[in-house]
């Protein structure tokens, strides 16, 4: 089963805050099964062994997590919020979209 949830405009403003504190030139693999930027930054939350298992879920002991269309595309860099296999993305980049996400966000 998998659990599914929006994102509210205070889970982009905290992923915001935290990608202010990544090196703007450091660089993340959104396609890595433990060290995307979406693993890495619910690691720095608290969750426990987190892992992606493929571009729309994420995989959290037994439970499986659908990630939020919002999240997908300041992750991915994709307005779709589909992932481009095989590319190297940066922090600043990221947050760069995470800003204007949170700038667009309605609710």
């Not at 990544?22 to 959104?30: A, F, S």
């Not at 892992?51 to 990630?67: A, Q």
């Amino acid at each position: 089963m998998a659990y599914m949830k929006e994102a509210t405009k205070a889970d982009v403003a905290d992923l915001v805050n935290w990608l202010a504190t990544k090196d703007t030139n450091g660089t993340y693999d959104p396609d890595s099964s433990y060290n995307c930027m979406i693993c890495q930054y619910l690691k720095d939350r608290g969750v426990e062994f987190p892992s992606f298992t493929g571009s729309m879920t994420v995989r959290v002991k037994d439970n499986y997590y659908v990630v939020p269309l919002s999240i997908r595309k300041i992750a991915y860099g994709t307005k779709s919020g589909n992932i481009n296999w095989g590319i190297q993305l940066t922090y600043g980049e990221a947050h760069r979209r995470a800003l204007k996400e949170l700038q667009n966000f309605k609710g």
